[in-house]
């Protein structure tokens, strides 16, 4: 049983936010930057998440995880990339309408993904979902490392420049339908020749996606601790999270 101190860190510290701007990154992304008089004590991990709380017309605010792109502390601007995968739900509809001066309650920043530092090289890969927390990993990488970045989108217009110190390898993979279950990330990564050295594997994004492929690389021989996978989402799923790790391995 956790104890409250424990949950309360997992949750993450609650705080009320405004947002300070809102736009379109790519067509099919809307960057909202949000800030607080005071956010001295907010100070996140690269890609770490913030779980928003949107109000309902029901009353049970809506609980959804983005993750924090960019964290600016000299201007105390917290940036997410939400993805405008539909009208109806809330976190896009929150997006869509965010306007400067709107309140967002929030809590964070929370979550267990954190740069390997031991690797020599780095596997990511992610739908645009992921992006934002692969692109965060990515920034924050030295020049001694290499990165192998595969990306799932389903528009040429979702590419968007990444900059590191690491030696980059990124490839965008163009899917031909909806974003969802399918094959395309998993046959890139069933091709894909893990370098000598020590590695380390970031597998996000969709939940059926991920679960593949971390089996895959585990049959390949990279270990299940240096895996850090999260279902990010899945069809017909509200909300929340998906564990793909050593918990689900085990069921
Ligand atoms: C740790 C973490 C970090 C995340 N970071 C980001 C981020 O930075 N940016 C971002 O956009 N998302 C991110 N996500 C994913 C995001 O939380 C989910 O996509 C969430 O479901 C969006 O909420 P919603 O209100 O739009 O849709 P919901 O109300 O949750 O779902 C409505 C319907 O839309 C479907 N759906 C949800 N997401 C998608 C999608 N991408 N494409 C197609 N159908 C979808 C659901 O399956 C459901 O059927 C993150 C998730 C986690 C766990």
């Known amino acids: 049983m956790l104890s409250d101190a424990e949950l309360e860190r997992r949750r993450g510290k609650p705080w009320t936010l405004r947002v300070a701007s809102a736009r379109d990154v790519t067509p099919n992304m809307r960057r909202i930057q949000l800030t607080a008089s005071d956010l001295s004590e907010f100070r996140p991990r690269a890609a770490q998440e913030i779980v928003l709380q949107l109000p309902q017309a029901d009353g049970e605010p809506a609980r959804r995880h983005y993750t924090i792109r960019a964290f600016d502390p000299a201007a105390q601007l917290i940036d997410v990339d939400v993805v405008l995968?539909?009208?109806?739900?809330?976190g896009v509809r929150?997006?869509?309408?965010?306007?400067?001066?709107?309140?967002?309650?929030?809590?964070?920043?929370?979550?267990?993904m954190a740069v390997a530092t031991d690797a020599s090289w780095h596997l990511f890969t992610g739908d645009e979902t992921a992006l934002p927390a692969i692109?965060?990993?990515?920034?924050?990488l030295p020049a001694s490392t290499e990165a192998f970045v595969f990306i799932e989108i389903g528009a040429e217009s979702?590419?968007?420049?990444?900059e590191t110190a690491a030696t980059l390898h990124l490839t965008y993979l163009k899917r031909p339908g909806h974003p969802g279950p399918g094959r395309l990330m998993i046959d890139t990564v069933e091709k894909f020749t893990l370098p000598a050295g020590n590695g380390f594997a970031y597998i996000l994004g969709e939940t059926s996606n991920v679960r593949a492929q971390r089996q895959f690389l585990i049959e390949?021989?990279?270990?299940?601790?240096?895996?850090?996978?999260?279902?990010?989402?899945?069809?017909?799923?509200?909300?929340?999270?998906?564990h793909v790790d050593d918990r689900s391995d085990a069921r």
């Open 220 to 242: 390949r021989g990279l270990p299940r601790d240096r895996i850090y996978s999260e279902g990010y989402w899945r069809p017909g799923r509200i909300g929340g999270h998906d």
């Open 135 to 140: 692109y965060a990993l990515v920034e924050s």
């Open 85 to 90: 995968h539909g009208d109806a739900s809330p």
């Open 158 to 162: 979702d590419k968007q420049p990444l």
């Open 94 to 112: 929150w997006a869509r309408e965010a306007k400067i001066g709107d309140v967002v309650e929030i809590r964070g920043p929370r979550g267990r």
